[in-house]
């Protein structure tokens, strides 16, 4: 097997099973779907659940419309839409995106923000380095008694200390 079930992703990501169904709904993160349509067998890749997490830390700070509205953002303006290679960083009320190539002055775009809030204080939020959310699914693979860990070695794409 390629990827991991719905069960694997649950235990790997930490998120809810109400949590991916709305991911799925909304076109977010949508797995591939096999066998019967009433009740498929749902598979999520590596990075899908590399998404589901990077989305639950995200979470702490911003709500999931954000979420949609950031990830919409990326996707109108021909630019990949994947959250967890990102350097985001949030207010309140705001998500920016850190541009990896930098000149002389870091490249900072506005790509959501939640309108009608008051002011409140000042909340930035850097989601971890891909190493340190690559590093959390392994641990969780390792606790997990959902997720038979020599097998989950064997289909994550990367090893905590290759990301970067």
């Not at 309108?115 to 959390?136: A, C, D, S």
């Amino acid at each position: 097997m390629e990827g991991f079930t719905r069960q694997e992703t649950l235990a790997l990501t930490q998120t809810t099973s109400s949590r991916l169904a709305y991911l799925d709904r909304t076109g977010i993160i949508v797995p591939q779907k096999y066998g019967n349509s009433k009740k498929p067998t749902v598979i999520y890749s590596w990075e899908q659940v590399l998404e589901v997490r990077t989305i639950a830390n995200l979470r702490k700070q911003i709500s999931l419309q954000m979420v949609r509205q950031l990830v919409a953002y990326l996707d109108q303006h021909g630019l990949d839409p994947t959250l967890h290679d990102k350097h985001l960083v949030t207010t309140a009320n705001e998500v920016f995106w850190v541009s990896p190539d930098w000149s002389d002055m870091p490249q900072i775009m506005k790509v959501a923000d939640r309108e009608g809030e008051g002011l409140g204080q000042l909340v930035l939020l850097v989601l971890p380095p891909l190493n340190t959310v690559i590093q959390e699914i392994w641990q969780a693979a390792e606790t997990s008694t959902v997720v038979d860990f020599a097998s989950f070695k064997q289909r994550a794409k990367t090893m905590p200390a290759q990301a970067g």
